[in-house]
């Protein structure tokens, strides 16, 4: 039963860990302005390190709830700026954007546990354990 808190610590951060990246991008901070995010070409970045590190730290295990936390600290406002689908008056882009929305906020979730349990076994953080 261990490897399964591990499986789903490669599952869950593997979203972060890819998309991370994408945030030092010109397109990708060009449509974040586009959606009002404040000082796009240093918030973007920054929020795409809290994703890369944050999601890596739930890999492996190491400092896991810090990670977490980074994680939470990410998807608050991402969710809230970036999937705004109350805002849109197309209804499809709104339906597209509140999956988005709802899928962040499960996310969030799992970061909440993860913060609250830490990594479980086969991490680095109970490496003794």
Do not use: C
């Amino acid at each position: 039963m261990d490897y399964l808190a591990l499986l789903g610590r490669i599952l869950y951060s593997a979203i972060f860990i890819m998309a991370a990246m994408g945030h030092f991008s010109h397109g990708t901070i060009a449509y974040a302005a586009n959606q009002g995010v404040p000082v796009p070409f240093l918030l973007v970045p920054l929020s795409g390190l809290m994703a890369l590190i944050g999601g890596l730290s739930i890999l492996i295990g190491y400092k896991a709830r810090l990670g977490a936390w980074l994680i939470v600290l990410f998807l608050i406002p991402v969710t809230l700026m970036m999937h705004a689908f109350w805002s849109l008056s197309d209804p499809a882009m709104a339906e597209i954007q509140k999956i988005m929305f709802m899928k962040n906020l499960s996310m969030l979730g799992a970061a909440l546990l993860i913060a609250y349990f830490g990594s479980g076994p086969l991490s680095l953080d109970n490496k003794n354990g």
